[in-house]
């Protein structure tokens, strides 16, 4: 498939459109702290935060409706073979409608139709519900990893010489055969190492709303912009995506 017609493929998908929207929205929060670090004219900090504000309202108007789409998902992994998986896939899209049901509410209020008259409980609940998706999706990223150092040491340990079981022909004993094996499990396995890394970025966000640790918009900006960025990687190439 050529450049043109990957980004036409790109682009017709609406979670294409999402995570590029995500990208600048955490790049623009990023440029006005730094902006408001340096002590520029502040007429451009406001644009910046003019900017993100803007297509963070965008994302949730493209969003719309897809809290429906999590809970047919949900139905689909509920029949999962492997209990933990399905236990945590299934809750995770589960948390996901919930917490994408409240974002369509924030969205209302902001344009205008609905008045909240505690708009930050509302705020803090969504945090909470995608704080508790993540925390399923991390521990699903790190039973599949246990899954294959199992496996991968299952199969060193069926050979007599560990050489041909390590990469560029190492051999190590112990901590240091545990870190060959989780970094060749990782390198075989792009779609679970990138879907790791994405939400190991992003779990640090609600955190931060949530009070329970303190870091920078600068710093939230820089982690928006790493899980964007592996997020539109694997809508680019679907080869990326961890399934189920």
Known sequence: MDLVSQIIKFNSQTSGRDKLCR????GSKCSWWYLQKLSTDKTFTEKAKKLENTLSATRKLLRFGKSFEMVQEALTTIHLNDVFLRVTITIAKLN????????HILWAEKVGL???LNKKYYRELSAQFWLVTLILNLSRDLYEILESLKKASGYNKSKTDNKSCMPNGMVANGDMLQLQLLHKCLI??????LDTMKNAADILLPLSILGFIRISPGQQ?????ISSFIGIMTVWNSALRLRP
Do not use: H, S
Not at 23 to 26: A, G, K, P
Not at 96 to 103: E, G
């Open 114 to 116: 609905l008045v909240l």
């Open 96 to 103: 996901t409608a919930v917490y994408l049901l409240i974002d």
């Open 23 to 26: 990208f600048f929205q955490y």
């Open 221 to 225: 900006g820089i982690l928006g912009i």
């Open 188 to 193: 075989n396995n792009p779609p679970l190492a």
